[in-house]
Each structure stands twice: as structure tokens, then as C-alpha cells.
């Protein structure tokens, strides 16, 4: 069978435009901008309008435009969208399936939501990379785009000032004959046993939404932090460095680490353990906080605009999340 290798084409992000500071969080919990800033290294989020236009698949929509543009590429020319998120627009119909019909996709291309958390991207770049290899598709759109804020415990201050709301994706294509430009080695892996860590339990089949649960705030998110901390730090470093021997490249051969932004103290202790400097390191958190499965798409977009990632920089995605899943990808841009 002829197989073939992938890229990335082109890619596209969208930050809601109302920003929340963490001053602004001072009044509605007992917190200080100090403490979430030592702790998190987050000093603004931005946060979805519920009046329309920036729900999932808008902030997908906008991201996708740029992406396209930027890959020279139609919206029919995308053959597979594969949609992360645990914040989708609605149950059912999926999130790619209405982000079909918004881009105007007329090809009836495969659509795809996965649900792996903050690991999304990743877990979305490695798929289209094998569906690209394989010939099973062509040119992959993959997003990662979350409304957070509506899964979040507002008069919860151990949840509430992590998180927020944006989209990032990329466009996965099939790179010509000889490219250097390639996906180079993945890894995805996960552990059900600590889905207690990190998880949303009312709202299912198991136990539907009902009046007394919303009175009592049950209906949200909840997570214990310190298990996360522990178990985040631990997973990024042994599978950024598994991605690495996959690809039979040391570690002083990446230029840039592009991990999930969830805590900077993670992000610190992860560099520390793989024993890379953060100068090598993307980091937007103050920024944005932790958009989930959008903040690696995120992070990668903007330091390729900020002239930081260039063609043929050696690039390490590394992410995490509840499940939990983990996942790492490594690419030549
Ligand atoms: O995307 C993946 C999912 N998320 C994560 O991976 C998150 C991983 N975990 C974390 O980032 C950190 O554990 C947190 C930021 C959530 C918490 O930081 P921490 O250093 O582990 O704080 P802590 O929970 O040990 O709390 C320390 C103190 C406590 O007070 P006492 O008991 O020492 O008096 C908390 O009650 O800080 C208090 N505290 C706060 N104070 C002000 C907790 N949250 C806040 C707050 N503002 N927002």
C-alpha cells in the first residue's frame, strides 16, 4: 500500500472578545490577581458572548477562514474535520457536522467530535496524521475549540480562574514527495483510573441534569487540582521524551515545546524534568488561562504569526487532560 506523509498547512485561531482580568475575578470570588498569578501564571481569560456568534463552532468558523487562507486552500478542498471539545454547541447533531455546513462544505466530508479534553489537538493531530498516511484523507481540518465558561463553577474559585474560551486548528495536509515538512512521530495514551480527577458527572445518561442540581451548582465541572499537578507533570515529561525516541531525535534537536497551558507551574516542572530550557518553550497562559483542548492549536498559531515557529523548526506538541489522556506529536514544521 502507498502511503504518505503529513503537515501542516496552515492554521487559525479566535480569542472571544470580552477579556476577563483576574482583578475582575477579585469580585466575584475570594481571590486575588496575586495569588491566581503566582499560582497559575494566568492574568486575563477571554470569555464567549451567550448572545450568539462566539459559540464553539463560530470561534471554529473564523479560526478555519484564516487556516484556509493560509494554506492557499477552499473550504471543499477539506476531505475530514475533526472537532475537539468538551464544550459542544449542542448533543447532537456534532460539532464538525455544523461546522460543515458553516464553512459551506458541499463534498459530504467525514466528520468526527472527539471528546479527550485538553489532549484534543493532539489526539486530532496524531489521527489525521495516520488518516493522511494511510490515504484514508487528504487534507484534515482538526480544531480545538471550547465555551469553558459554561461548564464552569462561577462561586468556585478552585476552577473558576483556570479556564476560558477560544479555538485554535490546523489544517493537516499531505506533503509533497521528499518534504522535510512532516508529521514525525506521535503517542497518545491514557489512564480511566484517575477520571475522578477531573471530571462532570451530572448532565449524562447516568444522571440527567435536574432543578435540584442546578440550585445546589452540581451540574459543573469539578477537579482536584493538586492529583492533576501531580499527574500532569509526570505524563508530559515521560511522553514528550517517548516522542522523541519514537523519532530517534535527542532532545537538543527541538526548537520549540508547545505544551497545554494549563498551569505555568506545570509548564516549569515539565521543562525542568525533560531538561529543556523555557526559552524553548511557548507560553500564552497569562493570556488566555487554560482553553483545553484549544491551547496547544492556540499557542502554535500565534508564535508561528510572531515570527518565533519557522519552516523547518522542530516542534514538540505535549498535552494532557481528564480521561486522562495524554499525548504528545512531533513535527517539522
Ligand atoms: O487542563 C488540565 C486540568 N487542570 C489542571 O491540570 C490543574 C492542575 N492543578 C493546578 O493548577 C493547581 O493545583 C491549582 C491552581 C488548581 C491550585 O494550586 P495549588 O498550589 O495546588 O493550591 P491549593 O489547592 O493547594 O491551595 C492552596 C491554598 C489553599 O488555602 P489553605 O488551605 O492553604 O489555607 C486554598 O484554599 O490556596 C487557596 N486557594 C485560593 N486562594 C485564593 C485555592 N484557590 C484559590 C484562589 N484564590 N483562587
Known amino acids: 500500500?502507498?502511503?504518505?506523509?503529513?503537515?501542516?498547512?496552515?492554521?487559525?485561531?479566535y480569542a472571544p472578545k470580552k477579556v476577563v482580568t483576574n482583578v475582575d475575578l477579585e469580585k466575584i470570588v475570594d481571590t486575588t490577581d496575586q495569588w491566581i498569578f503566582e499560582r497559575t501564571g494566568i492574568k486575563e481569560r477571554h470569555i464567549s458572548s451567550t448572545e450568539g456568534g462566539e459559540f464553539p463552532t463560530?470561534?471554529?468558523?473564523?479560526?478555519?477562514?484564516?487556516?484556509?487562507?493560509?494554506?492557499?486552500?477552499q473550504p471543499n478542498d477539506i476531505d475530514f474535520i475533526i472537532f475537539a471539545s468538551v464544550t459542544p454547541d449542542v448533543k447532537l447533531p456534532n460539532?464538525?457536522?455544523?461546522?460543515?455546513?458553516?464553512?459551506?462544505?458541499?463534498?459530504?466530508?467525514?466528520?468526527?467530535?472527539?471528546?479527550?479534553?485538553?489532549s484534543g489537538f493532539v489526539y486530532g493531530l496524531n489521527l489525521a496524521?495516520?488518516?493522511?498516511?494511510?490515504?484514508?484523507?487528504?487534507?484534515?481540518?482538526?480544531?480545538?475549540?471550547?465555551?469553558?465558561?459554561?461548564?464552569?463553577?462561577?462561586?468556585?474559585?478552585?476552577?473558576c480562574i483556570l479556564f476560558g474560551d477560544g479555538c485554535g486548528v490546523a489544517i493537516i495536509g499531505r506533503a509533497e514527495e521528499g518534504s522535510e515538512s512532516k508529521v514525525l512521530a506521535g503517542i497518545l495514551n491514557s489512564d480511566?483510573?484517575?477520571?475522578?480527577?477531573?471530571?462532570?458527572?451530572i448532565g449524562g445518561a447516568v444522571t440527567p441534569t435536574t432543578a435540584a442540581h442546578i440550585e445546589n451548582d452540581e451540574q459543573f465541572m469539578q477537579m482536584k487540582g493538586k492529583e492533576m499537578f501531580k499527574v500532569a507533570t509526570r505524563t508530559l515529561a515521560e511522553n514528550g521524551k517517548k516522542c522523541l525516541e519514537l523519532a530517534g531525535l535527542p532532545l537538543s534537536a527541538v526548537d520549540w515545546v508547545i505544551p497545554h497551558q494549563a498551569n505555568i507551574r506545570i509548564i516549569e516542572t515539565t521543562a525542568n524534568i525533560l531538561g529543556i530550557e523555557m526559552d524553548k518553550v511557548i507560553v500564552n497562559i497569562h493570556k488566555y488561562g487554560n482553553t483545553s483542548a484549544a491551547t496547544c492549536p492556540i499557542a502554535f498559531h500565534e508564535a508561528v504569526m510572531e515570527g518565533k515557529i519557522k519552516r523547518g523548526d522542530l516542534v514538540l506538541f505535549d498535552a494532557f487532560g481528564a480521561g486522562l489522556t495524554a499525548g504528545a506529536a512531533l513535527i517539522r514544521y
Open 1 to 13: 500500500m502507498k502511503t504518505y506523509e503529513a503537515k501542516i498547512l496552515g492554521t487559525g485561531m
Open 58 to 73: 463560530d470561534m471554529a468558523l473564523a479560526a478555519t477562514k484564516d487556516a484556509l487562507v493560509a494554506a492557499n486552500l
Open 95 to 118: 460539532s464538525a457536522c455544523i461546522l460543515q455546513v458553516k464553512l459551506g462544505i458541499t463534498n459530504n466530508c467525514a466528520c468526527l467530535d472527539i471528546s479527550v479534553a485538553c
Open 129 to 159: 496524521n495516520s488518516m493522511i498516511k494511510t490515504g484514508l484523507a487528504k487534507t484534515v481540518l482538526v480544531v480545538g475549540s471550547e465555551m469553558l465558561s459554561r461548564v464552569v463553577n462561577w462561586k468556585d474559585r478552585n476552577t
Open 192 to 201: 480511566g483510573t484517575g477520571g475522578e480527577f477531573f471530571s462532570q458527572p
